[in-house]
């Protein structure tokens, strides 16, 4: 139930970083509405404090969230963005996530 519960809120937390950064890019890219930074800095806001809800240390949770980040990232790619990942896209998400586990869930050694 620990690993559901951890990937679970790395994609929420995912979500919020690249909501947070997608809302800027079309205020600077797209000619959108300045009113957009506002949801930005909210959804960048619990961004942080979405990382704060894991029970392991912090640099542990930064090195293992950046594998769920990049799956999120590519399948925000698809859906939003319209571009269809590559085979090569899949290799490398599938490396990250099982990255993501050896540090997440390993044993501890010490």
Same mark, same amino acid.
């Given at each position: 139930?620990?690993?559901? @519960?951890?990937?679970? =809120?790395?994609?929420?937390? *995912? $979500? ?6 997608? #809302?800027?890019? !079309?205020?600077?890219?797209?000619? @959108?509405?300045?009113? =957009?930074?506002?949801?930005? *800095? $909210? ?6 404090? #979405?990382?704060? !809800? ?22 925000? #790619? ?33």
């Amino acid at each position: 139930m620990e690993i559901i @519960r951890t990937f679970a =809120l790395f994609v929420v937390t *995912a $979500l919020a970083e690249i909501i947070g950064c997608y #809302l800027p890019y !079309l205020w600077l890219k797209q000619g @959108r509405s300045a009113w =957009l930074l506002i949801p930005a *800095a $909210l959804s960048l806001a619990a961004f942080a404090w #979405l990382l704060t !809800l894991h029970p392991h240390a912090a640099g542990r949770v930064y090195a293992a969230y950046g594998g769920v980040y990049i799956t999120v990232a590519l399948i925000w #790619l698809w859906l939003v963005d319209a571009v269809r990942p590559t085979m090569t896209d899949w290799v490398g998400v599938s490396v990250s996530l099982l990255g993501m586990m050896i540090i997440m869930f390993g044993p501890r050694y010490t």
